[in-house]
Nanobody
């Protein structure tokens, strides 16, 4: 069955870094556009970053441009989110998403907390 398993979340001080990973299985990973979303308490889920199936094209929310980097390894069926210069407002549950036309899959999420 389809699985997206996120890892790498945790508690970090402002200005720190984290690297999130998402391990995919059960579908043809290399055909899917991959994204990271986040949802803070009381807020709607929002797109953080996305990467094309080949990895040749990326897109970022304005709030994370220059601080976050999305990448993927199609051989390993994994997508990553390198997060630098973290701010308290980055605190949220981060979700991995796979999308191909109308077909979409979600992971269970990983908590990122930025606090001193």
């Amino acid at each position: 069955q389809v699985q997206l398993v996120e890892s790498g979340g945790g508690l970090v001080q402002p200005g720190g870094s984290l690297r999130l990973s998402c391990a995919a299985s059960g579908f043809t990973f290399s055909s899917y556009r991959m994204s990271w979303y986040r949802q803070a308490p009381g807020k709607e889920r929002e797109l953080v970053a996305e990467i094309s199936s080949s990895g040749g094209s990326t897109n970022y929310a304005d709030s994370v441009k220059g601080r976050f980097t999305i990448s993927r390894d199609n051989a390993e069926s994994a997508v990553y989110l390198q997060m630098n210069s973290l701010k308290p407002e980055d605190t949220a549950v981060y979700y991995c998403n796979a999308r191909l036309f109308i077909r979409t899959y979600w992971g269970q999420g990983t908590q990122v907390t930025v606090s001193s």
